[in-house]
Every structure is written in structure tokens, then in C-alpha cells.
Nanobody, 123 residues
Framework: EVQLQASGGGLVQAGGSLRLSCAAS????????IGWFRQAPGKEREGICA????????YYLDSVKGRFTLSSDNAKNTVYLHMNSLKPEDTAVYSC????????????????WGQGTQVTVSS
């Protein structure tokens, strides 16, 4: 059974940093990509970044490029999302997902989802 466990959300001031973790079980990060998505109240879910652990390929949404960084610890089957220079508009529920064997920002390509973790950035 594939399971994803997202953690690390919280309340932070603008300009601050957070690190989210996505621990996977039932799959190997050597074979599947992990994507991060976020959804703010009243807004559509958006794919913000993804990583293919087997080759290190990554995707970042333009609005997070240069601020967010993905890393993968395949031995721990865990992906980390390092978020720096956080802005109030980053406030959302963040979720990780897997399914495709390549990086993708399209949520319909992801079959397995972890529960979300709330990130709140105060101004």
C-alpha cells in the first residue's frame, strides 16, 4: 500500500523559512516522482514543484523559483521541500503526491496523495 506522510507546516513570519517533509512508503523514490501541491482558500490547487529521485530532475513553478528547493533522501524514502523567503501569498495547505515516473505539475497524473499540512505566512 502506497502511503505518503507530509509534515512540517506551521506559522511563520514573512521572510522566514520552513522545511516540509514527505515520507513515502510502499514505493521507491528511485522509481517514482514526488510532487508538491498547494491550495489556498478559494483558489485552485496548483503544482508548485516536483522531483524525480532517480535522475534528480526537478520542476518549479515560476512563483517559487529561487525560494523553494527540493531535496530527496532516497535511503529514507523522503523528499524535503525547503521554503525560504516566504510570503503571505504562500499561505496554503501543502500536499505531496506520487504516481508518475517523471516530474509533472498536473495533479491528475498523481495517484497517491498524503494529507495536507498547513503553512501560514503572516505579514
Amino acid at each position: 500500500e502506497v502511503q505518503l506522510q507530509a509534515s512540517g507546516g506551521g506559522l511563520v513570519q514573512a521572510g522566514g523559512s520552513l522545511r516540509l517533509s514527505c515520507a513515502a512508503s510502499g514505493i521507491s523514490l528511485d522509481d517514482y516522482a514526488i510532487g508538491w501541491f498547494r491550495q489556498a482558500p478559494g483558489k485552485e490547487r496548483e503544482g508548485i514543484c516536483a522531483i524525480d529521485g532517480s535522475i534528480g530532475a526537478t520542476y518549479y513553478l515560476d512563483s517559487v523559483k529561487g525560494r523553494f528547493t527540493l531535496s530527496s533522501d532516497n535511503a529514507k524514502n523522503t523528499v524535503y521541500l525547503h521554503m525560504n523567503s516566504l510570503k503571505p501569498e504562500d499561505t496554503a495547505v501543502y500536499s505531496c503526491a506520487t504516481g508518475p515516473r517523471y516530474v509533472s505539475s498536473w495533479y491528475r497524473e498523481y495517484d497517491y496523495w498524503g494529507q495536507g499540512t498547513q503553512v501560514t505566512v503572516s505579514s
